[in-house]
């Protein structure tokens, strides 16, 4: 089955840190672009940070730009966020999502071919 599987959302205090991690299942991740989004209750889904195949080219949203940071390790079918100086309005279900055709400067309004499930980051005190 081909799958994307997140992981590491949690509660976190503001000012806290977390690393998310989605893993390819099924499939090698090698040739996708990686794209982050969240959804906190009540608002739309917003692209995040988005990272090219190769891991050269990133790109992030204004809201978390300077705070997170996206990466990748091909060799481990792994795409990460690392999230520092979190805030509340950071709080929201994380989800990557992956696609052949997507570029760094697409990525967050470019269809995606697949999707994880999410993963929960609560920011609170």
């Known amino acids: 089955q081909l799958q994307l599987v997140e992981s590491g959302g949690g509660l976190v205090q503001p000012g806290g840190s977390l690393r998310l991690s989605c893993a390819g299942s099924?499939?090698?991740?090698?040739?996708?672009?990686v794209v982050w989004f969240r959804q906190a209750p009540g608002k739309e889904r917003e692209g995040v940070a988005c990272i090219s195949s190769s891991g050269v080219s990133t790109n992030y949203g204004d809201s978390v730009q300077g705070r997170f940071t996206i990466a990748r390790d091909n060799a481990k079918n792994m795409v990460y966020l690392q999230m520092n100086n979190l805030n509340p309005d950071d709080t929201a279900v994380y989800s990557c999502?992956?696609?052949?055709?997507?570029?760094?400067?697409?990525?967050?309004?470019?269809?995606?071919?697949?999707w994880g499930k999410g993963t929960l980051v609560t920011v609170s005190s």
């Open positions: 999502a992956a696609d052949l055709g997507a570029t760094a400067v697409s990525c967050f309004d470019h269809a995606m071919e697949f």
């Open positions: 099924g499939f090698s991740l090698d040739y996708y672009v």
